[in-house]
């Protein structure tokens, strides 16, 4: 079987062709795959008893169900670790390392609230619509509930997230501490465009500013041609309402722009002719570059990918053939390829991207790898159907300086020591 694997070899440090798994079931069959090691036992090793679980009845099936008490490490990590009075501003990153799929289920979606989650009552929040409008208008959640929906699987990301992959020294961490701050899930609600088509837009106007009902009253300006082209007003995630925590009872979705921008506990949208320059989009969330120039409105995400199998935390146990797995997304499109090397760098190979692929989505990538037992360095390269590339490590910090801190997209390195433990470092 190996001669068969080594004619698969791809690039170097033992990456395989992307289709091999693919082709499991003929060429090698599982009792190939198996002789590769990690795989099934044997059926002789080990007798099928019948455990404790399946003597008595089950439990009472609940009317909303958790995740398998064996699960509780698939966590949102909080920070500050505790509450301060339980209020207050904070983040939890989502566990990306125990994830799979393009989809994150809504308990461990990222957050980011800048002064806490509001305790909102569905029936007397309004969303107003006003400013350069023939008609201001305001919507209950009731009255927004009637109008036509459409759904899209999108990614939010923080512009701060990875950010400190820009440090002169690799940060400790896992995929989930040093870019959980990235999500996707299926949001459902109204287009912004239906509703300001009902408001009728001045022709004078050109942006509009969004508020969020939180008590941070986040407030950032959105070029009208972005809320008339893909901006949805979403009152459903992966098919239930709005988590407290992403928004209820709705949130505006941008798809592909900077996270800070997909305003939470939307509550009004205010039509202007320019930016309203509010602190959110003043004191933060500009580009420090070179040589002390700022670019200051940077609305989409460029494209990015992190190995989340393996990854610091989910190490390799015995050398034999593997699945590399992580997510690849864009704030500008599609992915269209997404390239993994095991040898730092010197040697890429093309991996399998799992349907769908969806614009500014994220997408799951996957490639088999047969891990010699020696130390390697894994990267993935993402690549967006405008052609754009992911950056190395040292072209973003070329192009940026060192003071850079938000829209950090750079290729993370995962070194396999030959224990197989991973940690982050710089290739
Ligand atoms: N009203 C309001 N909207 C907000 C925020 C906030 O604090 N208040 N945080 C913003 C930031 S910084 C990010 S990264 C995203 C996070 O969205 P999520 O918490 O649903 O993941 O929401 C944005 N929208
Ligand atoms: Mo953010």
Not at 14 to 21: A, E, M
Not at 59 to 71: D, H, I, N, Q, R
């Amino acid at each position: 079987m190996s001669e068969h694997i080594d004619a698969d070899v791809v690039a170097g440090n033992g990456l395989l062709d992307r289709r091999l798994f693919l082709r499991q079931g003929g060429l090698f069959g599982i009792v190939g795959l198996a002789g590769l090691g990690a795989y099934a036992k044997p059926v002789e090793a080990e007798t099928l008893m019948v455990p404790e679980w399946s003597k008595t009845p089950g439990a009472w099936v609940g009317g909303y169900t958790l995740p398998s008490k064996f699960e509780t490490k698939v966590a949102r990590t909080p920070f500050p670790a505790g509450p301060y009075n339980g209020i207050g501003p904070g983040s939890a990153r989502a566990p990306l390392q125990f994830l799979d799929g393009m989809i994150t289920p809504n308990g461990v979606h990222y957050e980011r609230s800048h002064n806490g989650i509001p305790d909102i009552n569905p029936d007397t929040h309004r969303l107003l619509i006003h400013g350069l409008v023939k008609r201001p208008l305001t919507f209950t959640v009731e009255s927004l509930s009637r109008y036509p929906m459409t759904s899209r699987i999108a990614f939010v990301e923080c512009a701060g997230n990875s950010g400190a992959l820009y440090a002169d020294k690799p940060a400790e961490g896992t995929a989930q501490t040093l870019h959980g701050l990235v999500s996707c899930a299926e949001w459902t609600g109204v287009p912004l465009a239906m509703l300001l088509e009902e408001a009728g837009v001045d022709p004078a106007a050109k942006w509009l500013v969004a508020e969020g009902a939180d008590a941070a009253a986040m407030s950032r300006s959105v070029p009208l041609a972005k809320a008339l082209d893909d901006a949805i007003v979403a009152l459903y995630q992966n098919g239930e309402r709005v988590r407290p925590a992403n928004g209820y009872p709705m949130r505006l979705l941008l798809p592909g722009f900077q996270g800070n921008m997909n305003v939470k506990w939307l509550r009004r949208i205010k039509l202007l002719r320019e930016p309203a320059m509010t602190k959110d989009e003043t004191s933060k969330y500009s580009l420090l570059l070179k040589e002390g120039k700022v670019a200051q409105f940077n609305f989409p995400l460029d494209a990015k990918s992190v190995i989340t199998k393996p990854s610091p935390g989910v190490n390799m146990t015995a050398p034999g053939l593997y699945e590399i797995s992580g997510i690849a997304w864009s704030g500008n499109g599609k992915i269209s390829k997404v390239e993994v090397s095991a040898d730092g760098g010197k040697s890429w190979a093309p991996a399998a991207l799992s349907e769908p692929v969806l614009s500014k989505a994220i997408t799951r990538f996957r490639i088999p790898w047969r891990w010699s037992g020696g130390p390697a360095i894994l990267q993935s390269r993402a690549i967006d159907e405008t052609g754009y590339v992911q950056p190395s490590r040292e072209q973003q910090i070329v192009a940026r300086g060192s003071r850079a801190a938000y829209h950090c997209n750079l290729i993370t390195s995962w070194g396999i020591s030959d224990q197989g433990e991973v940690k982050h470092v710089y290739a």
